[in-house]
């Protein structure tokens, strides 16, 4: 007769664990630290990722605002020394970048700006009852 057994977990097993101690003093003590240093070690990339992504971000609005700011202060200018048609032009080239983000503002998200959702429907023509 076979017996199978399994465990899901972070740690092995307390009978495992009481094993490796009774084999080696203090090896549960170092594996229980290991475990505590793997939750550490993670939850510091997590909030060091999260914090690039959102500086990544704020820098990109930056950028783009800079972007957009000086095209309107050069085609001012080209308005001014009487080249309205290249002053149209820098302001559009200028404010490229944030087109889509208003026209996307204006006519709300679309089904490529939000994720799919995944829903489990049974077959509607199944003949099963168990469905």
Sequence with gaps: MAVAKS???????PSDLAGYEAVLPG?????????????????YVERTLATGDAEAIRRGQWIVWSIVVTSIVAALICGLIGQPWLGAAIVGVGSAPILPKIVRSI????????????TARPDVNSDRDDI
Excluded: F, N
Excluded at 107 to 118: K, L, N, V, Y
């Design 7 to 13: 465990w899901s977990a972070p740690l092995p097993h």
């Design 107 to 118: 006519r709300g998200p679309s089904e490529a700006d939000t994720p799919a959702i995944a």
């Design 27 to 43: 090896a549960a003590d170092r594996i229980l630290q290991m475990a505590e240093e793997t939750i550490q070690t993670g939850s």
